[in-house]
């Protein structure tokens, strides 16, 4: 396959990684961010395996910034965020959630923060940027709201930390969870971040100028061979393991912090105003009538992920619905994420799914399903 004969025309962007992906054995991508992510590298058990047991590269473009910067930056960038941000220092990044007047949940980014008055919001699938900037027009504040030239890569899995050493030497040894810095590759400008969508040890190496994506790909591979550094794509296995949330799938517009047991990101004391408040504070007091829990579905090994909600019964009555299923091959049982009526959410429990091969018994469980501390991450 050649990548010019790939795609839907030119309203879907190419990253600038999307010919060394194609070249690295991409077959099939998907749309996120109106941009190409590659979604198929072959077998999606055998991404897996190479993500736990070494690592994989992941082309992750789609991920774009919504850079905010302007005199105030920090209070503007508060306004969006349930999150208390008073104490978050430069160089440190933070999962946020963004929320509606309603208290629904629009992304669920990672807030960077590169100076004083300069973040970036690394984005889940959804135009953030319109959103900011249709906010910043009557709220009065001094910022700039554009996307910047920043494309992002992540490194996964536990031999990351060896490939970064490699590429950087042991000075990135000591970049803690969640902390990023500005650093340059042969002269490739870049910010690396110790985060990624995957719960395993990883980086998210920011390109700052695309001009760079063919040459810094086969760089970081060529440093990864001695590791067994594959190509890969996020793997959807992986994350419903972590318990991680895809937006569109297990949170959207609807969906509020709450029903995710997501009350930590939310902090309504906090003197500083945001967009919500006062729905999630009623929210709060009323309590919520769904939340989200985890299953395992009682079935043969499923082929891939679901491509629909599948309804959720019991004793005949829907009561809520599978928002992403996965068979885990290190589990050895079919995992999913689902939103139930908050009266059947009990640990044990029993229900149904209705799965296109036809109904069947799941069980509700704990989630995560895998390494609950997020040890391997923050290792």
Not at 78 to 84: A, G, H, K
Not at 241 to 258: Q, V
């Amino acid at each position: 396959m050649h990548s010019d004969d790939f795609g839907f025309g030119t309203q879907i962007r190419k990253s600038p990684y999307f010919d060394a992906t194609v070249r690295w054995g991409a077959r099939g991508f998907s749309v996120y961010n109106h941009m190409y992510i590659p979604r198929d590298f072959g077998d999606p058990e055998q991404n897996f395996w190479n993500l736990v047991n070494d690592a994989i590269l992941c082309d992750v473009a789609v991920e774009r910034q919504v850079e905010i910067t302007g005199p105030d930056a920090a209070r503007f960038v508060q306004m969006l965020t349930p999150r208390d941000l008073s104490k978050m220092a430069v160089g440190q990044c933070k999962y946020v959630l963004i929320t509606n007047a309603d208290g629904g949940i629009l992304n669920d980014p990672i807030l960077l923060r590169l100076a004083e008055n300069h973040f970036w919001i690394s984005l889940a699938d959804s135009d953030i940027l319109l959103w900011a900037q249709g906010v910043a027009v009557h709220c009065g504040l001094d910022v700039t709201i554009g996307e910047p030239d920043v494309s992002p890569l992540q490194l996964q899995g536990p031999k990351s930390g060896q490939i970064m050493q490699a590429l950087f030497g042991d000075s990135i040894l000591d970049l803690k969870y969640y902390w990023h810095r500005e650093l340059e590759l042969d002269g490739i400008p870049l910010l690396v971040s110790r985060t990624g969508w995957s719960s395993e040890l990883g980086y998210e190496i920011y390109l700052r100028d695309s001009a760079y994506g063919d040459a810094l790909w086969e760089r970081i591979m060529a440093a990864g061979m001695e590791f067994g550094l594959k190509p890969g794509h996020t793997s959807s296995i992986r994350r419903i393991e972590g318990g991680m949330l895809s937006y569109h799938a297990d949170a959207d517009i609807a969906t509020n912090p709450y029903e995710l047991g997501l009350d930590r990101l939310v902090n309504l004391d906090m003197e500083a105003d945001f967009i919500g408040k006062a729905a999630l504070a009623r929210i709060r007091q009323q309590g919520v009538s769904r939340v989200q829990i985890g299953l395992i579905i009682d079935t043969a090994p499923m082929a891939g992920p679901n491509t629909t909600f599948w309804a959720i019964t019991k004793d005949g009555s829907e009561i809520g619905k599978v928002t992403s299923a996965v068979y885990s091959p290190r589990l050895e049982r079919n995992i999913a994420l689902a939103m139930v009526a908050v009266e059947y959410a009990h640990i044990g429990a029993e229900v149904e799914v209705v799965t296109p091969s036809g109904p069947t018994r799941a069980t509700i469980v704990e989630r995560p399903f895998y390494d609950p501390k997020k040890k391997l991450a923050a290792a």
